[in-house]
């Protein structure tokens, strides 16, 4: 057992009333671990949407500035005073960041000795840290010899893709739409969809993310550049018969055209006509937001339609311990293969407060997601 | 029993491969009815929006015109090239037209002549006519001494009122929000929240509804004209708990603000932040369409929200048919009281095609309901 006390150091995220945003890293001691709990020294965290949404979200990125020190960086934004009733409950808080991550089990409490040295992953925040403690039946053991790298991303996409599948059967569609299509999430998706025969339609803002799904072996894959994109995109649906589509952008218009093509391909199927439109069920949920503007809605599909929020920690909750379960062993199985993240560039805690890599981060750019290593600090 | 064979008159909505819409009276000599069903002599049915849909939904009123004789006269509208293939299972197919009404039963099979002589009211569609065959099993026996024009609209408005408070109960919520709060359905739903004590704010467009709905006891009003709607729809979900709202207007940027400020309501009552918002679930269910434009949405409301539509008869099959029987007891119980509705005017079916019926019909008027009674043809 390595032996303590532990200097840490977390990333955090503060507010301050007068609307000041800070990134810096917090100092502090490490507590003993509880009897069924462990110390995980930190190895490998990405940064997700969703962090960087803690992190910087609400904050005016042209006005990002660098502070502090060259030992004690720390990066400032400004933000604009009409949002800060928005994020009233946090103001003033230094909120430790980093959703999920992967590490060496470097301490335990008496009933967790049997994960001393090996590596685990977690989706308990807090993550960009050089130590975190941790319950340890909150940890996925990682399989015999795969690096925390591999690990690091095990929690929110692989879950976030078995889960749209699972929402899709629980619900009793039988296929899928998906936008932002050529992320890490809709590359896994692709994945797994094909391993597991789900008909899918991929929808991509580029030809290049059009060109790299169709090379990952996607049958459906559509620009939305595209000047035939609402002809494509209902032909596609009426080949599949997808009722259900995850969007990640959120605003414009995209997911009503979505559910619109939906319901002119059930109109295509013929029946009786209703001023009500198609009674099968047409629904998109959003569980993203590349696009902060509002959500336009022009209603051409019936009465039989929803939109609304998607969000992992409410699904699994939603499902049952059980059912999450088997998702994480289903991860845990496929980690190397369908489960895979591919990472742009890998950098230490103090390199994350650098106005370069919060520039990156800001853009939430396809093919350009980053892993924090706090070994490099 | 009144002898046979009957000629009928059914006020039928065509529109043509062309995009010609007509309203027009088409005769026809009824049969005889089943083992099973009646003959009722239609001598109420109201004209409510859905009617209207029906009728005249996809006609541009400004090109409204009379046609046919004074002894057949026909309606005539022009509906848009870019609206014809949301009408393509309709085309050159006369819809009868009338979602209920009541009557008396003139005729019956050999197993419903305990009926004969009764008034009933029905939800069958085809009600607009002199004459109307049904199943008795489908029908609502009217109370002793109870008009046609009193069990007309039995049905649409009360079924929908007890349709929101059941799906607030079946979901979880504990109050509502209602939009177009000051037309009969709102009404009626008000003096049922009244009844059985549960909160409902009430959302309407002007002074004169504001005042017409205090009146009727309603303890929450706002008009959403108010400089200060924005403040006042905040405070008022803050006291009420509502985290419901049925909308009727669809278009514009109501249905998300209602969102907003449920979401404002739970972020006051505290708890820790969360980048997503507070957890508890929040949803709009959008049953009209008074205002058909887009629906402009401004995410101010984390991720636990639902907007879609709401269908009285696909919510009457989810509920199934006991559920739904037990509704439509209480409407009979109460039908002079809860659930009575006010009608403004009573015309012909004739006078239902004259140009300034149609135009009073498409403005969809607060306070200007019409009863159609074809004994005046």
């Given at each position: 057992m390595t032996q303590g006390p532990f200097e840490n150091i977390q990333l955090c995220s503060t507010i301050s009333a007068t609307g000041r945003l800070e990134l810096s890293l917090k100092e502090s001691r490490l507590d003993e671990p509880g009897d069924d709990e462990i110390v995980v020294a930190i190895e490998a965290a990405p940064v997700n949407p969703s962090d960087?949404?803690?992190?910087?979200?609400?904050?005016?990125?042209?006005?990002?500035?660098?502070?502090?020190?060259?030992?004690?960086?720390?990066?400032?934004?400004?933000?604009?005073?009409?949002?800060?009733?928005?994020?009233?409950?946090?103001?003033d808080v230094a909120l430790p960041t980093g959703n999920e991550g992967a590490g060496l089990v470097v301490r335990a409490g008496v009933n967790a000795e049997h994960l001393l040295g090996?590596?685990?992953?977690?989706?308990?925040?807090?993550?960009?840290?050089?130590?975190?403690?941790?319950?340890?039946?909150?940890?996925?053991?990682?399989?015999?010899?795969a690096s925390s790298a591999e690990g690091a991303a095990a929690f929110v996409n692989p879950l976030t893709a078995l889960g749209m599948v699972e929402t899709m059967r629980r619900e009793g569609h039988k296929a899928l739409v998906h936008?932002?299509?050529?992320?890490?999430?809709?590359?896994?998706l692709n994945r797994l969809c094909l391993a597991d025969g789900i008909a899918l339609v991929n929808i991509v803002r580029s030809k290049a993310q059009f060109e790299m799904l169709c090379a990952a072996g996607a049958k459906h894959v559509l620009n939305s550049a595209s000047p035939d994109f609402e002809d494509e995109l209902k032909k596609a649906i009426s080949e599949t018969e997808a009722t259900l589509a995850f969007d990640a952008i959120g605003g414009g218009r995209l997911a009503g055209t979505i559910l619109g093509a939906m319901e002119a391909a059930q109109a295509e199927r013929g029946g009786k006509y209703s001023l009500y439109?198609?009674?099968?069920?047409?629904?998109?949920?959003?569980?993203?937001?590349?696009d902060v503007g509002p959500i336009e809605v022009q209603r051409k599909f019936g009465m039989a339609w929803g939109m609304g929020g998607w969000l992992l920690p409410s699904f699994l909750d939603e499902i049952g311990n059980e059912a999450a379960e088997r998702l994480r062993n289903r991860v845990r199985a496929e980690l190397r293969t369908t489960f895979a993240s591919q990472f742009h560039s890998v950098i230490s805690l103090k390199d994350a407060l650098g106005t370069d890599a919060i520039r990156n981060f800001a853009e939430r750019a396809t093919g350009r997601k980053t892993l924090i290593d706090p070994r490099r600090d």
């Open positions: 960087i949404g803690l992190m910087i979200g609400y904050g005016d990125i042209t006005s990002l500035r660098a502070e502090g020190t060259e030992a004690a960086p720390v990066a400032v934004m400004d933000v604009a005073p009409q949002l800060l009733p928005l994020v009233a409950a946090r103001l090996k590596r685990v992953a977690a989706f308990a925040g807090g993550m960009y840290a050089r130590y975190r403690i941790l319950p340890a039946k909150d940890c996925l053991v990682l399989p015999d010899g936008t932002a299509a050529a992320s890490n999430l809709g590359q896994m439109g198609s009674p099968v069920r047409k629904q998109v949920y959003i569980y993203g937001a590349l």
